[in-house]
């Protein structure tokens, strides 16, 4: 003989909160990225921060054609994250592809979905960063073949920053760029510096920079910017977040910059 459970129904409805998390954070990343995810869940994530992922396609390699074929995707992409509910915050993850395709473009193709919301991207952000922190020359240090990192030059001149040294390491696989172990970022990260320069930045979020952007200014004596970390500051700065983490890097002591 089945027994039978007896199923009672609950007197009254539970009391709901606003929100399942007081802030909540969009990124829009690469099918390919093994190291934003990472990186938010360190440094952005907390009992009053969500963070929530959309992947779109990516094929490599890091070429400026491949890189602006994500242009179409980013839309929908953006639509994913938990559709019909407002974000505080919502991150294009590339840096390569922010150049390529515009700032002004990814912001437009994601308000198409989320209306309102602002768009960091990694490009935007690091202009940003490096003008809180006083910066006006600067090293780079890229993970990318010599003709995806031209027009990385280009728009770190055209806002108003003189570069005094450019450094590429060769590679054109994101997967690739994401297994470059993090002492040899620190390594190439300190012959990248110039000593006339007032900071470094290290570019692409697939790199694993932000983990040790702290112990690369201890060894160079400059504030150092990567992807990863000045879109997780602008993201937690939208958020209405301000506190202070000198221990990842001086940029996380700074409040963020309207303009």
């Given amino acids: 003989m089945i027994k039978t459970t007896e199923i009672t129904m609950a007197t009254r409805r539970p009391q709901l909160d606003h929100r399942p998390v007081e802030r909540r954070v969009g990124l829009v990343i690469l099918a390919t990225d093994h190291t934003t995810e990472i990186d938010f869940q360190r440094l952005v994530t ?3 921060i969500g963070v929530y992922v959309s992947r779109i396609h990516y094929a490599n390699p890091t070429t400026p054609e491949n890189l602006l074929k994500m242009q179409p995707a980013l839309t929908s992409g953006a639509e994913l994250i938990l559709p019909g509910e407002p974000l505080d915050a919502i991150m294009y993850s590339c840096t390569s592809a922010s150049v390529v395709i515009g700032d002004d473009e990814i912001e437009k193709a994601i308000n198409a979905a989320k209306p309102g919301v602002p768009v960091v991207t990694p490009t935007a952000a690091s202009v940003r960063a490096l003008s809180a922190l006083g910066a006006r020359r600067i090293s780079i240090l890229t993970p990318y073949v010599a003709e ?14 003189e570069i005094d ?3 590429c390491l060769g590679f054109s696989d994101d997967r ?3 297994r470059i172990a993090p002492k040899e970022i620190e390594a190439f990260a300190i012959e990248a510096m110039a000593p006339t ?3 470094l930045f290290i570019s692409c979020t697939a790199l694993r920079a932000a983990q040790v952007a702290g112990t690369i200014e201890q060894k160079i004596g400059k504030p150092v910017v990567s992807s990863n970390l000045a879109t997780a500051w602008a993201c937690l700065r939208l958020c209405g ?5 000198p221990r990842a890097a001086r940029l996380m002591a700074l409040r963020y910059p309207e303009h």
Avoid: K
């Fill in 46 to 48: 907390s009992e009053r």
């Fill in 148 to 161: 995806t990192a031209a027009p990385m030059a280009e728009y770190f001149t055209d806002h108003g920053l």
């Fill in 165 to 167: 040294r450019f450094t």
């Fill in 176 to 178: 690739e760029m994401a």
């Fill in 197 to 199: 320069s007032d900071a």
């Fill in 241 to 245: 977040d301000n506190s202070v983490d």
